[in-house]
């Protein structure tokens, strides 16, 4: 099956540790793409890369690394640096032709108490 | 700065009626406006997409209109169903592998 797996699906952490959320696309895309959301905040954009070995910062990257070493794999670490850590953390990836269609995988929540 | 705004936030619409939302965008580079259903606990999926050079396109029960002048786009959703209730979003994004903006989200509630 082809698609995008991020996982674990329910993850809880205690304040001040540092987290790595996975996610891994076996669809052959150049471009991946990290959103967190919360209720009533749509999507935020927290990083992107459009290749490997490269990436920029989104909308909201402050507290957030993400590493692209491979073009499958595209893992976000949540650090104690970040505020509000808890949130619905969405993983999505793009073909690289056509309508450039954004595919999104099933999420991980994060819970830090 | 929001760049995409959506309207309502929520909605509640009798079984066999039509839902609409509404979006309108600011920056007209965009060229590429999906729609995306979302369930509870579950990720974003696709449902229809249009490019500023067609005024409507659709896909089943699903419509989405354009208007370039205005810099607005709807999702019309026929004949509602209770399988319909989600969260719909509306985006926009530039050409190429570049990041969607997204709207707030609207949460649709179908009810029989």
């Known amino acids: 099956d082809g698609g995008i797996t991020q996982s674990p699906k329910y993850l809880f952490r205690k304040e001040g540790q540092n987290v790595t959320l996975s996610c891994e696309q076996n669809?052959?895309?150049?471009?991946m793409y990290w959103y967190r959301q919360d209720p009533g905040q749509g999507l935020r954009l927290i990083y992107y890369s459009q290749i490997v070995n490269d990436f920029q910062k989104g909308d909201i990257a402050e507290g957030y690394s993400v590493s692209r070493e491979k073009k499958e794999s595209f893992p976000l670490t949540v650090t104690s640096a970040q505020k509000n850590p808890t949130a619905f953390y969405l993983c999505?990836?793009?073909?690289?032709?056509?309508?450039?269609?954004?595919?999104f995988g099933p999420g991980t929540r994060l819970t830090v108490t | 700065q929001q760049q995409v705004k959506q309207s309502p936030q929520s909605l509640i619409v009798q079984k066999g009626g039509i839902s609409i939302i509404n979006c309108a965008y600011e920056n007209t580079a965009f060229d590429y406006f999906p729609w995306y259903q979302q369930f509870p606990g579950k990720g974003p999926a696709l449902l229809i997409a249009i490019r500023p050079d067609v005024s409507e396109k659709k896909e089943g029960r699903f419509t989405i209109s354009f208007n370039k002048s205005a810099k607005q786009f709807s999702l019309h959703i026929m004949d509602s169903q209770p399988g319909d209730s989600a969260t719909y979003f509306c985006?926009?994004?530039?050409?190429?592998?570049?990041?969607?903006?997204f709207g707030k989200g609207t949460r649709l509630s179908v009810i029989a």
């Open positions: 985006a926009a994004s530039l050409s190429g592998n570049t990041p969607l903006v």
């Open positions: 669809l052959n895309h150049d471009a």
């Open positions: 999505a990836s793009t073909t690289g032709a056509g309508d450039y269609e954004q595919y």
